[in-house]
């Protein structure tokens, strides 16, 4: 290499480095007020959790042309560092949906007063963040109530990931919603495992599943992540039905799936977005329930056969008897009971 | 539904999830039998079964899954041979990096490619292995009993539960009855004296890993494309360690292999099947203490029944020619 072309490119490194300085000092200076989402371990394109916050992330983006930053996390240790950088970095509000954000929200949100910070499926008690919990216990209710309006069999199933008090909040809405219906129907609460494993362990799942229709069930709901798939397969291999949850799992296995339980998380991160921009940011707890369609239940093509004009008649005057306040789901987490069974 | 159907379910149940422990059971015996410990069969399983899904998922045809599943943990068993025979390393600490290796990798790799949390999803129709049934099993289903056992319990699985099935016979003849299992055996026992007949310890040693690689990869394919379909992080959940203790259980005999998988997946279906049931006198089981049971069984089993189980002589120690 000559000299003279050495001096070329070492002229051409201090412009990119002196441009970099340059757009340093200016994201700095204007203090951008870019809406965020770091997402959850699962990552973007989960097919569940994670990839509902993307969704009503992009959504909001496109209805209100305003950019919005995101971040998929590696590992649990980046948690606090991901956090402390979109808030230097000017983004507001921050949105992570996940509980497992907890701790490093509660360490990082008085650091950055001025930033608003939402939480989702968390409870973090600091005056700029906004707690988003969903009630999970009367979407299940409505699944359930479907799940006694389809059984013939006046027998159902469920089964759970990880046996801990939110999963138990599903079976007891689940089952108040089949009994609702139908006072005589039998209900078989399984769990798949008592360690974190149970969300990955469809092959336990499906087992538990396979059980429950060997002893006359005809529907069961799986609460259990990743280990759900295992009780759509299942379903579908036994020529039964099965319940998703959290996002529309109905096109995982058409015609098996009766529905599935959907929690709104895009809803609760479009709403933040929306709240931060029109000045209306509120911190502190946001119930997401049927009444503001936080929690529901899916129909589309996959299962549109499956659901009856009579059974989405029934559940629909229950949904009204929930909201008039006619009807109290019962939950499990306030007292750790589930009466009548 | 009466009692016996009920027992003929869990029998059923059992077996679908005796077959991964068997599989990785006898893989197991092939490589300690030769002289070479291996608690990587958790790792190559995983392996395997992410293989297979992703093969299984792109070209739609079960075979294939089933090679690439094959493939793949062989090629996993093959760094764990390089690394403890030729390399004469620690064997326990390779297997221990094998299980890791296969965590860490299925998951970044299906990560990048597939973006759905480590996730491969399920393959499309013609890329899982369906139940087969069994010539007459409809015809013989009223037949009490028997009809029963026939339609329910024997009919109705898939190719890898009845080729799982076959291997113990096959292992028994391969390790028994032919000279390549004769020759296996002394490696794993007394090498030197295989080495002084002219027979090469190493090269036995590395096919015994192989046919190793072999099985665990048949067992890694059960659960992406037979038993489940598509892969899930850590999907294997253990299974391998039961498997090895098994092998242990049994000491390193293939038929008693058997009986100890069977046992162990019987106590698994035991348990999945006794959630939420009532038991005469004692009324409902909580969840958490039938999930014990097979833990509890184990220990009570292993700490009083079985004796002393003494590996092979050989088994954990590289073999040097001395010169």
Known sequence: MNSKNLTKQLAAKAGVLAGGVAVGALLAGTALAEPAVIYDLGGKFDKSFNEAAYNGATQWSEENGVEFLDLELQNDAQREQALRQFARRGANPIVVPGFSWGAALETVAPEFPDTNFAIIDMVVDAPNVRSVIFDEHTGSFLVGALAALKSETGQIGFVGGMDIPLIHKFFCGYAQGAQAVNPDIEVYENYTGTTPAAWNDPVTAGELAKAAYDRGADVVFAAAGGSGLGVLQAAADTGNFAIGVDSNQNYIQPGSVLTSMVKRVDVAVADAFSDQMNGEWTSGLQIMGLGNDGVGYSLDEYNADLVTEEMMATVADLNAKIQSGEIVVHDYTTDSTCPGF | ?323
């Open chain 2, 1 to 323: 539904m009466d009692a016996f159907t009920s027992f003929i379910f869990m029998l059923d149940s059992a077996t679908r999830l005796t077959v991964p422990l068997l599989l990785a059971c006898l893989a197991g015996l092939y490589s300690e039998r030769s002289g070479i410990f291996d608690i990587g069969l958790e790792g190559k399983m995983l392996a395997g079964a992410f293989g297979a899904a992703c093969v299984a998922l792109i070209t739609g045809n079960m075979w294939l899954g089933l090679l690439a599943g094959i493939g793949v943990s062989i090629a996993m068993a093959l760094v764990h041979g390089v690394a403890s025979i030729t390399f004469r390393g620690n064997q326990i600490i390779s297997g221990v990096a094998i299980n890791f290796l296969a965590a860490g990798l299925s998951t970044f790799l299906g990560q990048n490619w597939f973006s759905q949390g480590g996730r491969v999803p399920s393959p499309p129709a013609g890329g899982r292995f369906d139940a087969i049934t069994l010539p007459f099993a409809d015809q013989l289903r009223e037949v009490p009993i028997l009809g029963t056992i026939y339609a329910e319990l024997i009919s109705g699985h898939n190719i890898l539960v009845y080729i799982a099935f076959a291997m113990v016979p096959i292992t028994w003849y391969v390790v028994f009855r032919t000279r390549f299992g004769l020759r296996l055996r002394a490696s794993g026992e007394n090498p030197k004296a295989v080495d002084t007949a002219g027979i090469n310890v190493n090269l036995m040693r590395y096919r015994a890993v192989i046919i190793t690689g072999v099985l665990t990869g048949i067992a890694g394919a059960y659960f992406s494309i037979a038993q489940s379909s598509g892969f899930i992080n850590n999907m294997t959940a253990g299974k391998g360690f039961i498997a090895l203790a098994a092998l242990i259980f049994a000491k390193w005999r293939p038929w008693q292999a058997l009986g100890a998988c069977f046992l162990f997946g019987f106590l698994d279906a035991l348990q999945i099947r006794m959630q939420g049931t009532e038991l005469p006198i004692i009324g409902e089981v909580p969840v958490q203490a039938i999930q014990a049971l097979p833990y509890i069984l184990t220990v009570i089993l292993l700490a009083g029944f079985i004796g002393k189980a003494v590996g092979p002589k050989a088994g954990g120690v590289p073999y040097v020619k001395e010169r």
